[in-house]
T-cell receptor, first 112, second 114 residues
Framework: DQQVKQNSPSLSVQEGRISILNCDYTNSMFDYFLWYKKYPAEGPTFLISISSIKDKNEDGRFTVFLNKSAKHLSLHIVPSQPGDSAVYFCAASGGNTGKLIFGQGTTLQVKP | DTEVTQTPKHLVMGMTNKKSLKCEQHMGHRAMYWYKQKAKKPPELMFVYSYEKLSINESVPSRFSPECPNSSLLNLHLHALQPEDSALYLC?????????????FGSGTRLTVV
């Protein structure tokens, strides 16, 4: 049973436009959500996070939105840059386990 | 120092070999993690150490043996692995074990079992 789902395996966006990556979860016990960016042969790099007590968190070009009733979160990147091309993982955590449950990832390609 | 360092970056081992993966951080983090990532799959948790004690073992086969010699080091000892154990092994750390602490990942060790 996949508790964190990223239903779009890939996304292609023109440079300067908005990239929207989506993530759905099923476990209502999750209270902390993170987005990671991963290049091939490297570990995931933390991008941005959001606690379940908030519905929006912004950091520069990156904004994460959380809709708890829909169990849905999204990552907005504005404006998109070619260097943003990578695999983006959504991850969720609950309680004090420290365990992250990752989605399958979405490959973002930003075209010049 | 804000990094998690993993060595070696690449490892090829036979099914009868014994090898170890090493992870090191000097951020004062008290929780450390091992994740396994197969090709085109998300990372999956294997072990969690909190204050140098094993906190979570996600039913990992005994051919994988974690060790936390001190608060900065985390090892993963490998013995009698199978080809299907070939994967990227990621180490991570966080200030403490829990949802609200940021996680820092290392670049991983790419393991191939032949």
């Amino acid at each position: 049973d996949q508790q964190v789902k990223q239903n779009s395996p890939s996304l292609s966006v023109q440079e300067g436009r908005i990239s929207i990556l989506n993530c759905d979860y099923t476990n209502s016990m999750f209270d902390y959500f993170l987005w990671y960016k991963k290049y091939p042969a490297e570990g995931p790099t933390f991008l941005i996070s959001i606690s379940s007590i908030k519905d929006k968190n912004e950091d520069g070009r990156f904004t994460v939105f959380l809709n708890k009733s829909a169990k849905h979160l999204s990552l907005h990147i504005v404006p998109s840059q070619p260097g943003d091309s990578a695999v983006y993982f959504c991850a969720a955590s609950g309680g004090n386990t420290g365990k992250l449950i990752f989605g399958q990832g979405t490959t973002l390609q930003v075209k010049p | 120092d804000t990094e998690v360092t993993q060595t070696p970056k690449h490892l090829v081992m036979g099914m009868t070999n014994k090898k170890s993966l090493k992870c090191e951080q000097h951020m004062g983090h008290r929780a450390m993690y091992w994740y396994k990532q197969k090709a085109k799959k998300p990372p999956e948790l294997m072990f969690v150490y909190s204050y140098e004690k094993l906190s979570i073992n996600e039913s990992v086969p005994s051919r994988f043996s974690p060790e936390c010699p001190n608060s900065s080091l985390l090892n993963l000892h490998l013995h009698a692995l199978q080809p299907e154990d070939s994967a990227l092994y990621l180490c991570a750390s966080s200030q403490d074990q829990g949802s609200d602490y940021g996680y820092t990942f290392g670049s991983g060790t790419r393991l191939t079992v032949v």
